[in-house]
């Protein structure tokens, strides 16, 4: 219940019109993190939020709801902020296309919906590289605390395997339900039993951080409406009502406001909406929440940064940190496409306009039909599990102190963590068409088609995004790097090796022609002499940028501390996949939830 007097005073305060309006905290980005961390301060009515999203809401868009459309918006900047990297020179000069979501709920609304967790040692590994109480015990209440569990059916938990659940391991009064599909077909149902056939099935339910194996995973869908649970249906519709919490959209955020008259304190932020720049000053903190490639831009474009470069574009320098927009990591993958027999009906179905509209139509008369679903086959996978036969190396020259500390991890823990998600695609796609998403997850050919997508989940590879204009609207340059380090090309051979395996493992090849031997027209069986030039010329993003605001120690690499507080400001801290030191297996949704969740909780700590 709302006091009289507290709804009448936060109407004052957002509809003002001469003075600059003041709040107590503004959150750069209404994304996953940025929607989750405002919900959660906004329970206390003494708080006051506002929210500045680029993007529009969709959160009432068939596009964005129905499970079967997401690719769709691929591409359209409606939806899409659509970066492009620089070409790669370690992989053919490909430029390669990522998509963001440009909306509220960020890329939660774009997203293909995986409901997967990191390892225990994944997070464990943030503490040992020098974040105080950092660990997979000290985040697990804030995974708990994002996510509504729902059980499947017992039809459903025979035919997809997933009798390793253990429901009391996850939560159940979160905003973000999750739970198995309840419409699959054929290829679903033999995906977790082929890997049993390999002796790779899941021991224990993976939500553990332990578990490795094949399995049918979780994804995050509302059964009941047939609609992606998401951060703008979850956490701000429920908040959307509240008076002291305000959201705008369209609203580019141009620069971070400070007072360096003594120490640098963050005062405000400076944007601009419908042609019209504007301001919003705060009397407790900036939250920035823009992302891993929007996040490093705007601390650079506010003077947070590597002075030459600030200075290269006019910048002043308020803060030096040559750290920022540096330590980028992504999971790329290798894709494999086969020819499915006759009668098993995939995605390239929807290339029929006749059925794509009964689909259309169907879901927006009863939400039923296969436009109200998406798949959920997946593999985390160790490298005694591919068989690679690998060592990490274990000596490293010309890096970082900071740098060589991660690769030490990565080799410690190599014997022991996922190398890889093995993952699918139920249709035909087109890999040359990286540097194009409207075309990437579909083909022009005839037939029908089964993609297996070959994930590594700990690159070596460092990249970085840094401006490369003083003006807000400009992209600035991505550059991953993807494969500078050459071992990670050494890993990705093995594991799309490993994948031929699986499509010639029964049952999934008895739905694929020739058992596994006769692959969509433009792939070819990939041997040890070519694998690792298919991989240069096919290489795919997963689309999970991170690490360009990392929490490390300062000397170590680090822009943010522990408690997510910008080195050498007060009053900023940044909150979203760009603060990971080091990147996690599996689908990086989950961990961005559960970071909010942990943020909004250090605030309202330090708030009392």
């Not at 079967?68 to 620089?86: C, H, I, Q, R, S």
Request: hydrophobic fraction near 35%.
């Amino acid at each position: 219940m709302w006091p009289v007097s507290q709804v009448l005073l936060f109407s004052h305060i957002f509809s003002s019109a001469t003075a600059v309006p003041t709040y107590d905290y503004v959150v750069i980005g209404g994304g996953t993190a940025g929607l989750t961390i405002s919900a959660r301060l906004t329970e206390n009515p003494e708080i006051s939020v506002l929210v500045l999203e680029a993007g529009n809401d969709h959160s009432n868009d068939t596009n964005v709801l129905a499970p079967g459309l997401y690719t769709g918006m691929y591409g359209n900047p409606e939806y899409d902020w659509n970066f492009k990297t620089v070409p790669q020179i370690h992989a053919n000069g490909q430029v390669v296309a990522h998509p963001r979501g440009k909306q509220l709920g960020g890329s939660s609304a774009i997203n293909f919906m995986f409901w997967t967790h990191p390892s225990q040692q994944d997070i464990d590994s943030w503490g040992e590289l020098g974040n105080a109480n950092w660990s997979w015990n000290s985040l697990l209440p804030f995974f708990k605390k994002s996510e509504s569990y729902i059980a499947p059916s017992v039809q459903v938990k025979e035919d997809l395997q997933t009798e390793p659940i253990v429901s009391k391991i996850h939560g159940d009064m979160g905003p973000i339900v999750n739970t198995f599909p309840d419409i699959y077909g054929p290829l679903d149902e033999v995906w977790p039993r082929t890997y049993r056939n390999l002796g790779l099935n899941v021991k224990s339910d993976p939500r553990d951080g332990l578990a490795l194996g094949g399995y049918t995973n979780l994804i995050n869908v509302d059964l009941k409406s047939k609609t992606r649970s998401y951060a703008a249906t979850g956490y701000y519709l429920p908040a959307a009502k509240r008076p002291n919490l305000k959201v705008t959209t369209g609203a580019l955020v141009e620069q971070i406001l400070f007072d360096d008259s003594k120490n640098v304190v963050a005062t405000g932020v400076q944007y601009s909406a419908n042609g019209i720049v504007a301001k919003a000053l705060v009397k407790k903190e900036v939250i920035l929440s823009a992302g891993s490639i929007g996040s490093p831009q705007i601390l650079e474009l506010s003077g947070i940064g590597a002075s030459e470069l600030l200075k290269k574009h006019g910048i002043k320098v308020t803060v030096e940190n040559e750290n920022v927009g540096e330590n980028l990591q992504d999971h790329i993958y290798v894709p494999i496409g086969y020819e499915v027999i006759p009668g098993i009906t995939t995605l390239d179905n929807f290339t029929d306009p006749a059925y794509f509209e009964a689909a259309y139509n169907q879901y927006l008369t009863n939400a039923t039909g296969p436009l109200s679903i998406t798949g959920a086959s997946s593999s985390l996978l160790s490298c005694s599990q591919i068989s690679c036969g690998l060592n990490a190396p274990t000596k490293f020259t010309s890096v970082t102190p900071g740098l060589e500390a991660q690769y030490k991890l990565l080799s410690k823990y190599f014997g022991t963590e996922a190398v890889t998600q093995e993952l699918t695609v139920s249709g035909g796609m087109s890999p040359q068409f990286v540097n194009d998403t409207t075309k990437l997850f579909t083909t022009s050919l005839t037939g029908n088609f089964f993609s297996m997508l070959g994930v590594l989940e700990h690159p070596f590879s460092r990249g970085s995004i840094h401006i490369k204009s003083a003006n807000p609207a400009t992209y600035p340059d991505m550059d991953p790097r993807y494969l500078s380090h050459p071992f990670d090309l050494q890993v990705l051979s093995k594991i799309a090796l490993h994948m031929q395996t699986v499509a010639q493992t029964a049952p999934l090849s008895n739905l694929l022609k020739g058992n596994g031997t006769v692959y969509q027209p433009g792939y070819h069986k990939l041997t040890q002499e070519n694998v690792g030039t298919w991989i240069k010329e096919n290489i795919q993003s997963e689309y999970h940028p991170a690490g360009t605001c990392a929490m490390l120690p300062r000397k170590k690499g680090g822009v943010v501390d522990e408690r997510f507080r910008v080195f050498g400001v007060k009053g900023l801290r940044i909150v979203d996949a760009s603060i990971f030191p080091i990147m996690p297996r599996a689908n990086l949704q989950t961990l961005v939830y559960a970071i909010a969740e942990r943020a909004a909780a250090f605030i309202l700590e330090e708030n009392v």
